[in-house]
């Protein structure tokens, strides 16, 4: 009983901020509303901000429990049943058994291993999507008070810390970092995120190739430049989705998932 | 008669070209690429033997190209790059700069890049010594825990620089992704009795120079090109002490020399020595009886020198401050007996010792400790101050105290530092530029302030200084120091 007056009242804040059905499992869900973005590359030679729809987010990223029980409910997602086409050998390795993440994979903690046509699959079973990459990046943007910290080398510095360890510790559980203006956790820290697009990143993982005329022909806007060329940790998101296979998974790659909002 | 004089001066010019082509090909041109297919390579595949810094693997002593497999692993690893701090590199082979790659002109070379699993970043590599867009780049993007492959034949004879080349591309470079690829000339090189692998590269940390702890990586200050550490072989201390080069008397050294940057040129010089030979840029010709070799980043360079009189030879990059200030140092020691008449000894053996500086820091610790509690005693006071004083301040005043007469000022029985103890303070707070007398004799010279020692550890220093090779005083406190930072003032500029 204790429990329901802080959960109803979760619930008439989500309504008040026209939110979806709240989820069968998973991450509190928070409404961001529309705006004009500055993407850290440029959607085109002309074009300099993208318009981003409002869309709700989940507040924090998946865990393990979530998913667990995702893969209690559709079985050809587990382990060992799931085609290697949608997921590389080390899909949910660190799992004891294929829908039992175990010790190692603790509830709280954000799943990873996972590739990006199974964390489609779990978000269209949500009732969502995976995040554009214009809509990651337009709500990682923000800090706890601005919903554009991008420019305060204060809070590139605080991002940059994560660099400077590898992926070897474990994970920390998920909704530990501040809120920032939206009420969105996580979005930097704690691990990589799918994005629905990643596959249209176009970064070369060569960076010095991002003038080469050659890539207008593979990947169109490829031969577009940063426009904020000293945001290192957007430059290293893209970097790392962009040398990412939608069937691979990392040990440190996980995803939230996004959801249509109407107006 | 000016118009047709003209015209002879016109058609000589004219003919000069075409002279030059009718001559004989030179016989110093190896080719470059042109001649160095030497067709399909032959028998069985060959595993590349790869090694960490300071060893190069063997000659290949091969007639003929062959298929080399190079299997390299990168790794993020936190590793100490100074006394007591700590940085994650990010590494080809777990060492800064990565493995060392050797294969043949013309060799078929099939490489794997492989990720580690642990690691955060994807990551590639462009080697110097390919022929193709982007150097590999491209064709060895891999992401975390993947493996990627791709295959070139070294045309091109001469030591290269390898490098990740994954965005932001500084970053992946500043925290030590490269390392040397030597492609032999067909012929191979000429033996020698010892070859060694450097490499110098510039560190960017939040904290500033030897500020304790893990360091993470300082955006603005590498795009700014201020590096805190200019460093060979990745670590202060990674070739000196136990881990000094070695060589004897009567042999000759190869030193394989590159520079990773990611911002700074290299000006290379080995203290006492003159390179007999240098193949200036990696490439094909050398330079006979060279100084300071300049070495570009992205850059490499082979120096040859044969050894004469023993002794501590000091590697350092000849822009000093970086050698002094921000760690580029470097040993080779070598052994054997004296030859006075090549050099009287009256130095050699002085200028700096094998055993300084080794990353010892359990003195310091202990006296940290002992004084946060209120219980630091004069001998753990003069104990710590030793190790300091070995691994900052004996680079001048050297080991015993004796500093350099004309150059830098004696510390042993030093009348001017025993006269007032808050002048010293002062002048290890804030530096000293201009004439002095000591002793009786002139000194003129510059010492910096030393910034980047906290109270403790300058009243650590002062202590041991002042109660060392016949000095004796009272120790010093951290409270006296901490009264002398406060009322006295750093020259502008002059901080680490």
Same mark, same amino acid.
């Given at each position: 009983?204790?429990?329901?007056?802080?959960?109803?009242?979760?619930?008439?804040?989500?309504?008040?901020?026209?939110?979806?059905?709240?989820?069968?499992?998973?991450?509190?869900?928070?409404?961001?509303?529309?705006?004009?973005?500055?993407?850290?590359?440029?959607?085109?030679?002309?074009?300099?901000?993208?318009?981003?729809?409002?869309?709700?987010?989940?507040?924090?990223?998946?865990?393990?429990?979530?998913?667990?029980?995702?893969?209690?409910?559709?079985?050809?997602?587990?382990?060992?049943?799931?085609?290697?086409?949608?997921?590389?050998?080390?899909?949910?390795?660190?799992?004891?058994?294929?829908?039992?993440?175990?010790?190692?994979?603790?509830?709280?903690?954000?799943?990873?291993?996972?590739?990006?046509?199974?964390?489609?699959?779990?978000?269209?079973?949500?009732?969502?999507?995976?995040?554009?990459?214009?809509?990651?990046?337009?709500?990682?943007?923000?800090?706890?008070?601005?919903?554009?910290?991008?420019?305060?080398?204060?809070?590139?510095?605080?991002?940059?810390?994560?660099?400077?360890?590898?992926?070897?510790?474990?994970?920390?559980?998920?909704?530990?970092?501040?809120?920032?203006?939206?009420?969105?956790?996580?979005?930097?820290?704690?691990?990589?995120?799918?994005?629905?697009?990643?596959?249209?990143?176009?970064?070369?993982?060569?960076?010095?190739?991002?003038?080469?005329?050659?890539?207008?022909?593979?990947?169109?806007?490829?031969?577009?430049?940063?426009?904020?060329?000293?945001?290192?940790?957007?430059?290293?998101?893209?970097?790392?989705?962009?040398?990412?296979?939608?069937?691979?998974?990392?040990?440190?790659?996980?995803?939230?998932?996004?959801?249509?909002?109407?107006? | 008669?000016? !118009?047709?004089?003209? &015209?002879? #001066? %016109?058609?000589?010019?004219?003919?000069?070209?075409?002279? =030059?082509? @009718?001559?004989?090909?030179?016989?110093?041109?190896?080719?470059?690429?042109?001649?160095?297919?030497?067709?399909?390579?032959?028998?069985?595949?060959?595993?590349?033997?790869?090694?960490?810094?300071?060893?190069?693997?063997?000659?290949?002593?091969?007639?003929?190209?062959?298929?080399?497999?190079?299997?390299?692993?990168?790794?993020?690893?936190?590793?100490?790059?100074?006394?007591?701090?700590?940085?994650?590199?990010?590494?080809?082979?777990?060492?800064?700069?990565?493995?060392?790659?050797?294969?043949?002109?013309?060799?078929?070379?099939?490489?794997?890049?492989?990720?580690?699993?642990?690691?955060?970043?994807?990551?590639?590599?462009?080697?110097?010594?390919?022929?193709?867009?982007?150097?590999?780049?491209?064709?060895?993007?891999?992401?975390?825990?993947?493996? !990627?492959?791709?295959? &070139?034949? #070294? %045309?091109?004879?001469?030591?290269?620089?390898?490098?990740? =080349?994954? @965005?932001?591309?500084?970053?992946?470079?500043?925290?030590?992704?490269?390392?040397?690829?030597?492609?032999?000339?067909?012929?191979?090189?000429?033996?020698?009795?010892?070859?060694?692998?450097?490499?110098?590269?510039?560190?960017?940390?939040?904290?500033?120079?030897?500020?304790?702890?893990?360091?993470?990586?300082?955006?603005?200050?590498?795009?700014?090109?201020?590096?805190?550490?200019?460093?060979?072989?990745?670590?202060?201390?990674?070739?000196?002490?136990?881990?000094?080069?070695?060589?004897?008397?009567?042999?000759?050294?190869?030193?394989?020399?590159?520079?990773?940057?990611?911002?700074?040129?290299?000006?290379?010089?080995?203290?006492?020595?003159?390179?007999?030979?240098?193949?200036?840029?990696?490439?094909?010709?050398?330079?006979?009886?060279?100084?300071?070799?300049?070495?570009?980043?992205?850059?490499?360079?082979?120096?040859?020198?044969?050894?004469?009189?023993?002794?501590?030879?000091?590697?350092?990059?000849?822009?000093?401050?970086?050698?002094?200030?921000?760690?580029?140092?470097?040993?080779?020691?070598?052994?054997?007996?004296?030859?006075?008449?090549?050099?009287?000894?009256?130095?050699?053996?002085?200028?700096?010792?094998?055993?300084?500086?080794?990353?010892?820091?359990?003195?310091?610790?202990?006296?940290?400790?002992?004084?946060?509690?209120?219980?630091?005693?004069?001998?753990?006071?003069?104990?710590?101050?030793?190790?300091?004083?070995?691994?900052?301040?004996?680079?001048?005043?050297?080991?015993?105290?004796?500093?350099?007469?004309?150059?830098?000022?004696?510390?042993?029985?030093?009348?001017?530092?025993?006269?007032?103890?808050?002048?010293?303070?002062?002048?290890?707070?804030?530096?000293?530029?201009?004439?002095?007398?000591?002793?009786?004799?002139?000194?003129?010279?510059?010492?910096?302030?030393?910034?980047?020692?906290?109270?403790?550890?300058?009243?650590?220093?002062?202590?041991?200084?002042?109660?060392?090779?016949?000095?004796?005083?009272?120790?010093?406190?951290?409270?006296?120091?901490?009264?002398?930072?406060?009322?006295?003032?750093?020259?502008?500029?002059?901080?680490?």
């Amino acid at each position: 009983m204790r429990a329901a007056r802080p959960l109803a009242a979760l619930g008439a804040l989500l309504a008040l901020l026209g939110s979806p059905a709240a989820p069968a499992t998973g991450a509190e869900r928070v409404t961001l509303p529309a705006g004009e973005f500055t993407p850290v590359v440029a959607p085109g030679p002309e074009q300099k901000t993208v318009a981003i729809g409002a869309f709700a987010l989940d507040a924090t990223p998946v865990t393990n429990a979530d998913y667990r029980a995702f893969v209690v409910r559709h079985p050809e997602w587990q382990r060992g049943r799931v085609a290697a086409l949608f997921a590389d050998s080390q899909y949910l390795a660190h799992w004891r058994r294929p829908a039992d993440p175990g010790p190692a994979a603790a509830d709280a903690q954000p799943v990873t291993r996972v590739s990006w046509f199974a964390a489609r699959a779990y978000c269209q079973a949500a009732g969502g999507r995976l995040p554009r990459w214009y809509e990651w990046e337009y709500a990682a943007a923000a800090d706890e008070t601005r919903r554009d910290a991008r420019a305060d080398p204060a809070y590139r510095e605080r991002i940059l810390a994560w660099y400077a360890e590898n992926s070897a510790r474990a994970l920390p559980p998920v909704g530990k970092t501040p809120r920032n203006v939206y009420g969105v956790m996580d979005l930097h820290a704690v691990i990589w995120e799918w994005v629905e697009d990643f596959g249209g990143l176009m970064v070369s993982g060569d960076s010095r190739n991002q003038g080469d005329p050659d890539k207008l022909q593979f990947c169109g806007a490829g031969a577009l430049s940063a426009e904020i060329r000293d945001d290192y940790p957007i430059l290293m998101r893209m970097a790392l989705l962009s040398s990412l296979e939608a069937s691979f998974t990392t040990a440190n790659l996980g995803f939230r998932c996004a959801y249509e909002v109407t107006p | 008669m000016a !118009s047709y004089l003209r &015209f002879l #001066a %016109l058609a000589a010019l004219a003919a000069l070209p075409l002279t =030059a082509a @009718a001559a004989a090909p030179d016989p110093a041109d190896t080719g470059g690429s042109l001649k160095g297919d030497f067709g399909p390579p032959q028998g069985e595949p060959i595993r590349a033997v790869l090694t960490s810094p300071p060893n190069v693997p063997p000659a290949t002593n091969r007639s003929r190209p062959a298929k080399v497999i190079v299997d390299l692993e990168v790794r993020e690893v936190e590793k100490e790059i100074s006394e007591g701090v700590r940085y994650t590199f990010w590494t080809f082979g777990g060492t800064v700069p990565g493995s060392f790659i050797r294969v043949r002109q013309g060799d078929t070379v099939e490489f794997h890049l492989k990720n580690h699993p642990d690691s955060k970043m994807p990551h590639n590599i462009d080697l110097h010594g390919v022929t193709g867009p982007g150097g590999g780049a491209a064709s060895s993007f891999t992401a975390p825990g993947h493996e !990627s492959q791709f295959t &070139f034949k #070294a %045309l091109n004879q001469g030591v290269y620089v390898y490098h990740c =080349a994954t @965005a932001p591309v500084g970053m992946h470079v500043a925290n030590g992704m490269y390392g040397l690829i030597l492609v032999e000339p067909p012929e191979g090189l000429k033996p020698v009795d010892h070859e060694y692998y450097v490499m110098q590269g510039d560190f960017y940390t939040v904290g500033k120079y030897r500020e304790k702890g893990l360091q993470p990586f300082d955006m603005q200050r590498a795009i700014d090109e201020r590096p805190t550490y200019v460093l060979f072989n990745g670590s202060e201390g990674s070739l000196i002490g136990d881990k000094a080069l070695r060589a004897k008397v009567g042999e000759t050294v190869r030193l394989f020399v590159g520079n990773g940057g990611p911002n700074l040129v290299s000006s290379f010089h080995v203290i006492g020595e003159i390179f007999d030979k240098v193949w200036f840029e990696g490439g094909t010709r050398f330079q006979e009886n060279v100084q300071t070799t300049l070495i570009p980043a992205g850059g490499a360079a082979m120096a040859e020198f044969h050894l004469e009189v023993p002794g501590s030879y000091v590697l350092v990059d000849h822009s000093l401050f970086r050698a002094f200030n921000k760690g580029a140092l470097g040993i080779l020691k070598i052994d054997g007996p004296e030859n006075k008449a090549i050099y009287s000894g009256k130095e050699v053996d002085s200028v700096y010792l094998a055993d300084k500086a080794a990353p010892d820091s359990k003195a310091v610790e202990t006296a940290t400790v002992a004084a946060a509690k209120g219980q630091l005693t004069k001998a753990e006071q003069q104990k710590a101050g030793e190790k300091l004083f070995t691994g900052t301040c004996s680079v001048c005043h050297q080991a015993t105290g004796q500093g350099l007469e004309g150059v830098f000022p004696p510390l042993a029985k030093s009348d001017f530092l025993m006269a007032d103890l808050k002048r010293a303070i002062g002048i290890v707070l804030n530096g000293l530029t201009g004439p002095v007398t000591v002793n009786g004799k002139t000194y003129n010279s510059v010492m910096p302030p030393m910034s980047q020692l906290n109270d403790d550890e300058v009243a650590n220093i002062l202590t041991y200084v002042r109660n060392a090779w016949g000095n004796e005083d009272a120790t010093v406190s951290a409270a006296e120091v901490a009264e002398i930072r406060k009322t006295t003032k750093r020259p502008a500029g002059a901080a680490h």
